[in-house]
């Protein structure tokens, strides 16, 4: 069984006496040890899916569909229970751990205070495993560190705290939003190596929200991704970066530069912009940016279907024969 | 590609400047250290590093928005002197900026269409120009960027991120320049955006033989642009060269490392190599070479002296002691 | 390398300068129209609209003369007397309509003669920065030591006693204000990117002040300044009310006040003048709120001519 599953999620936004639909009909799956990762633009429903299965949806939000963890479902659930289930069971790692990280106090403050809250420890055994959490997050001298400020650490010394303490009640699913996108490349590597790692050491489910496919090509066993509030391609990591089907999956590959070896590499540029919620096409979202378009693209809307083994793309034209 | 004829005369020559700034806590930050760039006409050179590594003070620099400390930079022969409350000296007019955010470099309380005839009626006065009819002029620089004339009557909130970085260039091609410096003028882009924005900058730079100097963290988006490259780390120039070369065969272990972290969307699930520890705080930089703490190559010594920026053939060089002279000393594996 | 096809490129044109210049009114009009949707600010302005009407037919309004005696003193509110009557007979109601040339007159003076030196003073510190703006900006502390309204008497009284004395008194404890603010949004929006990027294309320092920097501190020093109106009556009236003011007959609403508690029991006296005061200094705040509004950049759009 799936440690969190989705089923048919949307979710629409009340925006200037507007309902604006910002997720349509999203469906996945993460199991423990597993990393999914989540690809998409500004725009494109990603983080709101995000945000949706941590129950941090704005309070007029409309959601519909199911939203399973470990069992139980989510929508609905009421903010007091919910709030047991988040920084417990589900833990969340934000892209800027400045705004995530009181700056007022130490590090153990931070962790420790998170320990005692959902754990009950005591003041002793909150310490002992604050220093053993971020040893597992590979910050070098734990007991030093402890004792200071965020704003005395570096970048990525302050995600590390970020994702001990996101680890500190032993969750079983991490939702991960851009978490190194504010980071240096070289540092960028080493949370990745991070991420990696816990998955397999600790056995949780991860979910990493971003736009970097380069930083998902590295850490993602499944990919997403998403466009305009749905999902329009899904598949293994490497499958759908191997093959990418969707028309949009294939464009978005093409405008990133690539560290092939050699030769001169030409940046391929997708036409037009991600449209906003509530500007979303006739049938096929993609259709004004895509290059295969034909003629039903613009009256229905594709459905995920499966191309090949676990291969799942939403397209008239190069998903799955119809 | 632009082949760049070392008899030339470079247009901006950057020679062993330095910037220093004061911190909040009165500590002195030499943020740009002894940097030594030539830049010929029409040429697009990518500096690239970290944050911290004083690529975008050095843009500064440039434009005069920030004082030397020591060194000096030149335009056609002009020294370039920091721009205080006076009008800019119009004759380094034609070196012109564009920055990151899109979004604060326009007046949002202007419409573009004002903003770019202001650029370019301010030319047509400098210059002694005649017959040049602005509005026109507005419809076609904005055509050039790939927007319709009528953008002109928008304000800025009206357009997208990448489409206000087209504006933007707009009306930095308003000033006719010859060298424009883009600090990271992508990175705050969506991904399919980013693509067209410096595609488009480099089009442009092209056929107005604009020499660009751009400004990026992502080694991997200028080796798609630049033709030459350098690598900054902690003001210091580490490597430069033909970014391909540099690309294929890395000199410098900083550069090797750079590379090597960034991830390749190609499905192999590679990870990307990791570099130990981070940036070190400018103001208490190590000794010697101030990569030493975090290089998987150093060796006795590394600590000590401040390795010199080695020529390597062409505009190649790197500033490595491994590059000395062949060390067969025993190496210290970190 | 082809990127042609990245933006369908649109026939359309930039307009001719008459058309530029009606789609710029249009779109001033635009935020004026929904700016006046805001219940609040309509509220405010209505209310300043009645006291305009008021101050220009002051001589219509009021049934008799500011100054005249009537004979019967302390009269509570009636059909006669609206307002009731004061000590020496005089109607309240006609004294708050002829108050109102005074106090909203001279505060309204008060606060754009402080906005207007407040802000010369800021821009120039803000703008050229260096010793200059440390001399200005110590000057500025300098008035701020003070309790504004121990500096205000202080001026009033060596000045002498009258209204005009005590609007200049008002000017003087005001102005520092101003300047603090304007030189603190000049410092903030000095090396912001847009004001870099015009100096960049040769734009000189009298140019960027007018085009760049004063439309971007306008919004915030005005919604100030509007919020100051009512401090602004209010300090005339304390002037008045501590005796450096306006001085009777004058029916200036703060020195309506100062009479009207001698006579406790007859509130009338006191009250209607402070109500006026109130209305005044709310109508101004709900104004301020609503430019604040306007200022904001966000709100002006283009009047697009409809292209597909």
Request: hydrophobic share 45%.
């Amino acid at each position: 069984m799936s440690l969190l599953s989705i089923e048919n999620l949307s979710i629409a936004l009340p925006v200037d006496g507007r309902i604006l639909p910002i997720v349509e009909g999203v469906s996945l799956q993460v199991s423990r040890g597993e990393v999914l990762g989540i690809a998409g633009e500004s725009g494109s429903g990603k983080t709101m899916s995000a945000m949706a299965v941590m129950g941090l949806l704005p309070k007029d939000a409309i959601v519909t569909g199911s939203i399973r963890f470990e069992g139980k479902e989510l929508i609905g659930m009421g903010e007091r229970e919910f709030r047991s289930i988040r920084g417990n069971d589900i833990a969340m790692v934000f892209q800027d751990p400045l705004s995530s990280l009181h700056p007022m106090l130490t590090v153990e403050k931070q962790l420790t205070d998170h320990l005692r809250k959902h754990k009950r420890m005591s003041r002793h055994d909150a310490r002992v495993r604050a220093e053993e959490l971020l040893r597992l997050v590979q910050l070098p001298n734990p007991a030093k560190l402890l004792r200071v400020y965020p704003h005395q650490l570096s970048g990525g010394q302050r995600q590390r705290v970020a994702i001990a303490i996101a680890l500190a009640c032993e969750p079983s699913l991490l939702i991960a939003d851009e978490p190194t996108t504010a980071l240096d490349v070289t540092v960028q590597a080493g949370i990745i190596e991070l991420l990696l790692d816990l998955t397999r050491k600790i056995d949780i489910g991860v979910m990493i929200v971003t736009h970097d496919l380069g930083v998902l090509s590295s850490i993602a066993d499944r990919l997403a991704v998403f466009y305009a509030g749905g999902i329009v391609e899904t598949a293994g990591a490497a499958a759908v970066f191997r093959h990418p089907t969707h028309p949009y999956t294939e464009a978005l590959l093409a405008a990133v530069p690539h560290r092939d070896d050699d030769g001169d590499i030409d940046l391929k540029p997708m036409r037009g912009t991600p449209p906003a919620a509530g500007e979303w096409a006739e049938g096929c979202r993609f259709n004004p940016r895509c290059d295969y378009v034909e003629r039903q693209c613009y009256v229905i809307d594709p459905v995920l279907l499966e191309a090949t083994p676990g291969h799942q793309v939403a397209c008239h034209v190069r998903g799955a024969s119809s | 590609m632009t082949v760049v004829d070392e008899t030339q005369k470079p247009l901006l020559s950057i020679e062993n400047a330095s910037i220093e700034y004061k911190r909040g806590d009165r500590t002195v930050i030499k943020a740009v250290n002894n940097v030594s760039i030539d830049l010929y006409p029409g040429e697009i050179i990518g500096i690239v590093g970290e944050s911290g590594c004083g690529k975008s003070t050095l843009a500064k620099g440039i434009l005069g928005l920030a004082e030397l400390s020591s060194g000096s930079i030149e335009f056609d022969g002009i020294v370039v002197s920091k721009l205080g409350r006076r009008r800019r000296d119009r004759r380094l007019l034609p070196v012109q900026m564009i920055f990151q955010d899109s979004a604060a470099a326009l007046n949002p309380r202007r419409t573009i269409g004002a903003q770019i005839a202001e650029v370019v009626s301010a030319r047509v006065k400098h210059r002694g120009e005649t017959g040049v009819n602005e509005i026109n002029e507005v419809a076609n620089l904005l055509r050039r960027v790939g927007l319709p004339p009528a953008a002109a009557m928008k304000y800025s909130h009206e357009f997208s991120g990448g489409q206000r970085q087209r504006i933007a260039l707009a009306r930095a091609l308003a000033s006719k320049p010859k060298v424009l410096v883009a600090d990271e003028p992508i990175s705050a882009l969506d991904a399919s955006a980013q693509a067209y924005a410096a595609k488009l900058l480099v089009e442009v730079c092209r056929d107005e033989n604009i020499a660009l100097v751009f400004i990026s963290h992502d080694l991997a988006v200028v080796r798609a642009i630049a033709e030459r490259v350098v690598v900054m780390y902690l003001g210091r120039v580490f490597e430069q060269g033909p970014t391909r070369e540099v690309w294929k065969d890395p000199k410098h272990p900083y550069s090797k490392a750079l590379i090597g972290a960034i991830p390749v969307p190609d499905g192999s699930g590679k990870r990307p190599e990791t570099l130990v520890g981070e940036v070190p705080d400018p103001a208490n930089a190590p000794s010697g070479c101030v990569f030493h703490l975090r290089c998987k190559e150093r060796f006795e010594g590394c600590d000590t002296q401040v390795p010199k920026l080695i020529p390597l053939g062409g505009t190649r060089a790197a500033a490595c002691r491994l590059l000395e002279e062949p060390v067969e000393a025993d190496r210290i594996v970190a | 390398m082809s990127i042609e096809n990245a933006t369908p490129p649109t026939t359309t044109s930039i307009p001719a300068a008459a058309e530029r210049r009606r789609m710029k009114i249009s779109a001033t009009l635009h935020v004026v129209k929904r700016i006046l949707r805001m219940p609040l600010f309509a509220v405010g302005l209505s209310i300043v609209g009645v006291w305009l009407i008021v101050i220009i037919f002051a001589g219509q309004i009021a049934p008799f003369s500011p100054n005249a005696q009537l004979g019967i003193a302390l009269s509570p509110p009636s059909w006669e007397h609206l307002f009731g009557t004061d000590a020496l007979g005089r109607d309240v109601f006609s004294r708050v309509v002829h108050g109102s040339r005074i106090s909203l007159v001279y505060s309204v003076i008060l606060v754009t003669a402080a906005m207007l030196i407040g802000t010369v003073i800021g821009m120039i510190s803000g703008f050229f920065g260096g010793r200059l703006d440390e001399i200005l900006m110590r000057l500025v502390d300098l008035f701020f030591a003070f309790p504004v309204i121990i500096l205000a008497m202080a001026v009033a009284a060596a000045l002498g006693a009258s209204v005009q004395n005590a609007v200049l008194a008002g000017i003087i404890v005001s102005w520092p204000i101003y300047a603090r603010t304007v030189r603190g949004l000049v410092v903030g929006y000095r090396d912001a990117e847009f004001v870099v990027s015009s100096r960049l294309a040769g734009m000189g320092s009298g140019r960027s002040i007018l085009v760049d920097l004063l439309p971007s501190i306008a919004g915030p020093t005005l919604v100030l300044a509007t919020q100051d109106v009512g401090a602004a009556i209010l300090l005339l009236a304390s002037l008045s009310f501590l005796g450096v003011g306006a001085q009777p007959p004058m029916p200036e609403w703060g020195a309506m006040i100062s009479e009207g508690v001698t006579y406790f029991s007859s509130w009338w006296i006191a009250v209607f003048p402070g109500l006026a005061i109130v209305t005044v200094a709310l109508a101004f705040n709900l104004l301020g709120d609503g430019l604040r509004d306007m200022f904001d950049p966000k709100m002006k759009r283009s009047i697009q001519r409809k292209t597909k």
